[in-house]
């Protein structure tokens, strides 16, 4: 086990060098085209990035692809000849067009996503559930470690991570976009769920002062990377609502999602609530797991399209002891 800033041995750093290329070859990167499409990897990725965020400039991809601006150029032009971005003047600043996704984009990425996916799970399906935690965990801090030598900045570690609770200072926007983004790449869900979550979190927040709700935030520097909710409102009947839990990519299986938990449930404990009940869906399974870690037991499932897709919908339960029991 290496120390952090420690420098490796040369056999260590070989051994992730040929597991890099290895993925670069099964992954499709050595071919011309990728994702079954008829363009390059760095015309697909743009194509995510994009669709992802819905509009970017052609400077900010250069910046995010790490690319020539003049490549970004060709690439972008090649796509709206194609039919798979469009181009449009920003209000404030003539000069700045923002790039978005055409109807044929969004079909193309639908496309590269359900390819991905596939590749994704068909791997994970060989491996266990811890190996399949530590593929996420390991391959989302490498990936950060590499961006962080890249932009010269100073990458914090998991352990830096403070359990913080109440309200901060742009909380519903990025407990929103950590929903967004995380549930559009592992499930496909798009606009409905993103203003469902907005929708709630925007309602919630504003009743954070009653003494039964609660709200608990990781975070890591200044950026939050974590949040879990306890509603003890809505439900009635003494029984407590879990909401809005999320962990940031790269952070998931490093224990954050379990230091965020034992607080909302000490809170609920300390509440007297009878009972902690959450909604989810089948197929989150390393979530399932820390859920049924924490005491929660499948009541009910059924399938259902509240997040705006059809899903086999979950409700877990989790009973609270009386005090003194």
Known sequence: MQKAGSSPDFYFVDGIRTASRRMVRELGFM??????????PSA?????????????SAAQLAEFLD?????VSRMVRKLIEAGELQ????????RVKWLALTPQGRRTLAAVQAFGRKQVVGALEQLSANQ??????GLGIYAQALEARRSGKAMEQAGEIRIVAGYQAGVIGRIVQMHA???????????????????GMAEFVPRLDHPRNGLWLAVQGQRIVGSVAIDGQDLGDNKAHLRWFIVDDGLRGAGVGRRLMDA??????????????????????AARRLYEGCGFQLKEEWPGAQWGKEMVEQRFERLVAPPGD
């Not at 909302?264 to 399974?285: E, N």
């Open 87 to 94: 181009e449009q003047a920003s209000d404030s600043d003539g």
């Open 31 to 40: 071919k011309s085209t990728l994702a079954a499409t008829d363009y390059p």
């Open 181 to 199: 983004l995380f549930y559009a790449r592992s499930v496909g869900f798009g606009s409905f769920f993103e203003s469902k979550v907005a929708a």
């Open 44 to 56: 697909v990725h743009a194509i995510i990035e994009i669709g992802s965020r819905k509009s970017m």
């Open 264 to 285: 909302a449930m000490a809170f609920c404990d300390a509440q007297g609530f009878a009972s902690v009940q959450l909604w989810t869906f089948q197929g989150l399974d």
């Open 132 to 137: 399949q935690d530590a593929v996420a965990q």
């Open 67 to 71: 690319l020539e601006k003049s490549s």
